[in-house]
């Protein structure tokens, strides 16, 4: 089974502030999604990347978010400014042709 | 109509019994769906994918139905570890849309 390792598994942050999230994957993949769960609810589609863009992004996903792959393995997801509904946990994944997810990262804004 | 549906349950059954899941979804154009199992904070699980008509795994069992737009996981002789919450999810283009869970509680 494919493996993908999210770091950090817990961040705390202060409103406004700027967050990123990442996705290492064991193995070369093309195709990179984040999906995030607010806490008690349905695990929701942020993004999906396919050979380093953007192939489709939720209305979730507005400006305060982007994607990017900068060497070539990390997969990161920033969010410039914080707010308090983006707290949530945050899920990397990769398809082949199933998603297999990531541990998360739970991010708590205050 | 929501996307993908699922009854959040819980159900709450004793070892050894058999429980069934039903979820359903609006897109007809949707192939293919998963089974996912998510236990409490902690990121989904493939369980089952179900492609065609169905999908057995030892004491799972998924089918679909596309004629009335559901899919069903059906466990046999619950164990106290299956308790956790399925998800149902449905490929929509290159995403998977996913329903809310049914919490499943086996109890000794």
């Known amino acids: 089974e494919p493996e993908v390792t999210q770091t950090p598994s817990h961040q705390v942050t202060q409103m406004g502030q700027e967050v990123i999230l990442r996705c290492v994957p064991i193995?070369?993949?093309?195709?990179f999604y984040w999906y995030r769960q607010i806490l008690g609810q349905k695990v929701e589609f942020l993004v999906s990347?396919?050979?380093?863009?953007?192939?489709?992004k939720s209305e979730i996903f507005d400006d305060q978010f982007s994607v990017e792959r900068p060497d070539g393995s990390n997969f990161t997801l920033k969010i410039r400014s914080t707010k308090l509904e983006d707290s949530a946990m945050y899920f990397c994944?990769?398809?082949?042709?199933?998603?297999?997810f990531g541990q998360g990262t739970r991010l708590t804004v205050v | 109509r929501k996307e993908v549906e699922q009854d959040p349950g819980p159900f709450n059954v004793p070892e050894g019994a058999t429980v069934a899941f039903n979820c359903t979804y609006s897109n007809s154009a949707s192939q293919s769906f998963f089974w996912y199992r998510q236990d409490c904070r902690k990121e989904p699980k493939l369980l089952m994918s179900v492609y065609s008509s169905g999908n057995e795994d030892g004491r799972f069992t998924a089918q679909l139905n596309r004629a009335s737009q559901y899919i069903s996981l059906l466990i046999r002789d619950s164990k106290l570890s299956d308790s956790a919450t399925y998800l149902c999810a449905a490929q929509y283009g290159n995403k998977l849309v996913f329903g809310a869970g049914t919490i499943l509680r086996v109890k000794s």
């Open positions: 193995s070369n993949h093309l195709y």
């Open positions: 994944a990769i398809r082949v042709p199933e998603a297999f």
């Open positions: 990347f396919y050979n380093n863009e953007i192939s489709e």
